[in-house]
């Protein structure tokens, strides 16, 4: 009989301090300065492919963990660093995902590799879905492809909102609607390879956190790209849209199923900062002297530790059982990988909100780094799926029925 037990094994650790390592050392003493210039940390990307931690081989290593825990693991510790360098690291992943989900093996093959470029030229790549008039609800995107059968291509139009890395990256993969009656049923995902004429992005938003982070809104116009980057294939999406047609159940649609991969490490992503933020507080409620004591003895403030570390822990344990159900291929039937984001993101507000107070006014200043924290954290409550629509997902999952 197996005995069930939650400790790491020997290469789970050797990743967890390997990350940490570089967390330590080269995001979080450059974290303040890019989060005041809001650019891409493109040196810290190229020192990250140098040593291995920004490729398709690392992500492939962390996939093939038969746990799921690799993944979530190395995001904590990266994101325990700085969550807009994080994200500059691994925003490109979001992209990959939609290419494994969605894609062939030889589509993986041919633009994987392109989405993160090479240790002396790294790339960054963009999953565009969201759009100004469909966020949550991704049935009314309005973003067309339609195929021109004479060349041979796909033609795009329309626009994507907030999308990560949009503009700067080399790869692009666009969610687009191919029969907008169908709703999201009929949408299916492309690539845009490097260079395709008609996408741009006019300017880089402006943002409360995640500023090392480009974000931007994309724009395509009449954008052709030739028929193999259609993401399945042709043959594979007519058949999904004739089942779609006939009322046949479908297995997902192009923008849900990359969210449902990637839903546990976005709550993994969330830990790093509320850890980072809970373990300073931690260090200055122990060294902070008020009435001739540390602050921590004070009843209120030792409580209020001790409720961030269990809820950081509480929320821990929802993402790895989501990622380890995501990578044994286990149903999500009570809302699992939501329920693991939901958890995390909130706990990210509360825990750093909670460091700023604890901090009194000094957390207020940017002399301590629990203020970009806090900054930070609000978006986990609000991207790949809003508190609301966590909750929306996990109200479906357990009562079967159509909540709205």
């Given at each position: 009989m197996v005995e069930f037990s939650l400790d790491l094994n020997e290469e789970q650790r050797d990743l967890r301090d390997w990350v940490h390592g570089f967390a330590a050392e080269v995001v979080r003493p450059a974290?303040?300065?890019?989060?005041?210039?809001?650019?891409?940390?493109?040196?810290?990307?190229?020192?990250?492919?140098?040593?291995?931690?920004?490729?398709?081989?690392?992500?492939?290593t962390c996939w093939a963990d038969p746990t799921g825990l690799s993944l979530p693991i190395a995001s904590e510790?990266?994101?325990?660093?700085?969550?807009?360098?994080?994200?500059?690291?691994?925003?490109?992943?979001?992209?990959?995902?939609a290419i494994y989900g969605a894609g062939t093996p030889d589509q993986l093959v041919e633009w994987v590799p392109q989405c993160f470029g090479d240790v002396d030229s790294p790339?960054?790549?963009?999953?565009?879905?969201?759009?100004?008039?469909?966020?949550?609800?991704?049935?009314?995107?309005?973003?067309?492809?339609?195929?021109?059968?004479?060349?041979?291509?796909?033609?795009?139009?329309?626009?994507?909102?907030y999308a990560t890395n949009g503009g700067i990256a080399g790869v692009h993969v666009v969610i687009a609607s191919v029969e907008p009656e169908l709703g999201s049923r009929g949408q299916a995902a492309f690539v845009v390879p490097p260079g395709t004429a008609g996408l741009s992005a006019t300017r880089k938003l402006r943002k409360l956190g995640l500023r090392a982070s480009h974000t931007?809104?994309?724009?395509l116009d009449e954008v052709r790209v030739p028929g193999r980057c259609l993401l399945?294939?042709?043959e594979a999406l007519d058949e999904r849209l004739a089942r779609a047609r006939s009322g046949q159940r479908s297995s997902g649609q192009a923008a849900m199923r990359t969210f449902e991969l990637s839903r546990p490490t976005v709550g993994a992503q969330a830990l790093g900062v509320a850890r980072a933020a809970?373990?300073?507080?931690?260090?200055?409620?122990?060294?902070?002297?008020?009435?001739?004591?540390?602050?921590?003895?004070?009843?209120?403030?030792a409580f209020t530790l001790a409720d961030m570390k269990m809820e950081i822990d509480a929320a821990r344990l929802l993402v790895w059982r989501a990622s380890w159900m995501g990578r044994n291929n286990r149903p999500f039937t009570a809302g699992e990988g939501s329920m693991s984001k939901l958890k995390a993101g909130e706990v990210a507000v509360s825990v750093t909100e909670k460091a700023v107070q604890l901090l009194g006014g000094a957390g207020f200043?940017?002399?301590?780094?629990?203020?970009?924290?806090?900054?930070?954290?609000k978006i986990y409550t609000i991207f790949e799926g809003t508190s609301e629509i966590q909750r929306l997902v996990i109200s479906r999952a357990i009562s079967g029925m159509q909540i709205r």
């Amino acid at each position: 009989m197996v005995e069930f037990s939650l400790d790491l094994n020997e290469e789970q650790r050797d990743l967890r301090d390997w990350v940490h390592g570089f967390a330590a050392e080269v995001v979080r003493p450059a974290a303040a300065e890019w989060d005041a210039r809001e650019e891409t940390p493109w040196p810290v990307i190229q020192e990250a492919a140098k040593v291995g931690l920004y490729g398709f081989e690392f992500l492939a290593t962390c996939w093939a963990d038969p746990t799921g825990l690799s993944l979530p693991i190395a995001s904590e510790e990266l994101f325990w660093g700085d969550a807009g360098i994080g994200l500059s690291l691994f925003g490109t992943s979001l992209a990959v995902a939609a290419i494994y989900g969605a894609g062939t093996p030889d589509q993986l093959v041919e633009w994987v590799p392109q989405c993160f470029g090479d240790v002396d030229s790294p790339a960054v790549a963009a999953f565009c879905s969201t759009e100004p008039e469909a966020g949550s609800d991704v049935a009314a995107m309005r973003t067309r492809a339609s195929y021109d059968e004479a060349t041979d291509e796909w033609v795009l139009r329309g626009q994507k909102a907030y999308a990560t890395n949009g503009g700067i990256a080399g790869v692009h993969v666009v969610i687009a609607s191919v029969e907008p009656e169908l709703g999201s049923r009929g949408q299916a995902a492309f690539v845009v390879p490097p260079g395709t004429a008609g996408l741009s992005a006019t300017r880089k938003l402006r943002k409360l956190g995640l500023r090392a982070s480009h974000t931007a809104d994309v724009f395509l116009d009449e954008v052709r790209v030739p028929g193999r980057c259609l993401l399945g294939g042709k043959e594979a999406l007519d058949e999904r849209l004739a089942r779609a047609r006939s009322g046949q159940r479908s297995s997902g649609q192009a923008a849900m199923r990359t969210f449902e991969l990637s839903r546990p490490t976005v709550g993994a992503q969330a830990l790093g900062v509320a850890r980072a933020a809970y373990e300073y507080a931690l260090d200055y409620a122990k060294e902070r002297v008020q009435f001739g004591r540390p602050i921590i003895t004070n009843q209120a403030v030792a409580f209020t530790l001790a409720d961030m570390k269990m809820e950081i822990d509480a929320a821990r344990l929802l993402v790895w059982r989501a990622s380890w159900m995501g990578r044994n291929n286990r149903p999500f039937t009570a809302g699992e990988g939501s329920m693991s984001k939901l958890k995390a993101g909130e706990v990210a507000v509360s825990v750093t909100e909670k460091a700023v107070q604890l901090l009194g006014g000094a957390g207020f200043l940017r002399d301590h780094p629990v203020e970009r924290w806090y900054r930070d954290a609000k978006i986990y409550t609000i991207f790949e799926g809003t508190s609301e629509i966590q909750r929306l997902v996990i109200s479906r999952a357990i009562s079967g029925m159509q909540i709205r």
